[in-house]
């Protein structure tokens, strides 16, 4: 009877437990706020990139035992215009149908990259970097609607190339992204990061910090002719 008695009392305090942990998880999903359009930052309201020639051919990624830091990151480069609470889960290997992707239209001063030059060369400020971050509610049904990426368009920009290194910012009044990597024929690839002016509830300093390794075919990001 007292090992009975000593049982019954245990399941009680694990269902209460449970219970509790389950309305915790409610509380946190309700909480939650999805809309259709998401946050854009550089993008006209209806989220669709209005940058002619930008596809979104490229991925940033980390490597999977890194997962925390980069959805820690993710949310910190969305902070500028959108609450963290709003982020859902983005995996660092592009699984799950989440992932960091992005594009871009990047000129240069001389014309066309040369892939085999070793001149130096200075970046136009009208190129561009498109990013879209789909998250765990990008592929959600709204009112009948699928939820959107969260998406930023930066057409100011600056850097310079040598020989097959390059280095590249985007700005906007919200803050940068950089990207610094070596490039070949085929691939652009390197390091991905952001410093953002401020947070979206106007507090500063913004969030900063490195996302990922980015990888992006050289010739569709660049123009090579």
Request: charged share 15%; hydrophobic share 40%; net charge neutral.
């Amino acid at each position: 009877m007292v090992a009975q008695r000593k049982f019954r009392s245990a399941l009680v305090l694990a269902l209460s437990v449970l219970a509790v942990q389950l309305s915790a998880c409610s509380k946190q999903d309700s909480a939650t706020p999805v809309t259709v359009g998401r946050d854009t930052r550089g993008i006209g309201p209806s989220g669709q990139p209005t940058a002619a020639g930008i596809t979104l051919n490229g991925q940033v990624i980390a490597d999977a035992q890194d997962q925390e830091s980069f959805q820690e990151a993710v949310v910190g480069l969305l902070e500028s215009t959108m609450s963290p609470d709003a982020v859902g889960y983005v995996s660092a290997t592009g699984a799950n149908n989440t992932g960091v992707y992005i594009g871009g239209r990047v000129e240069l001063s001389s014309g066309a990259l040369q892939t085999a030059n070793g001149q130096r060369v200075n970046v136009r400020s009208d190129s561009r970097l498109l990013v879209a971050v789909y998250d765990e509610y990008s592929s959600q049904n709204v009112g009948g609607k699928v939820v959107g990426p969260v998406t930023i368009l930066l057409q100011s920009a600056s850097g310079e190339v040598a020989g097959n290194q390059a280095i590249l910012r985007f700005q906007d009044q919200h803050g940068f992204i950089e990207m610094y990597g070596t490039f070949n024929n085929s691939v652009f690839e390197g390091t991905f990061s952001y410093d953002n002016a401020r947070r979206f509830d106007g507090s500063t300093p913004g969030a900063a910090g490195t996302v990922g390794w980015f990888r992006v075919p050289t010739c569709q990001f660049f123009r090579c002719q």
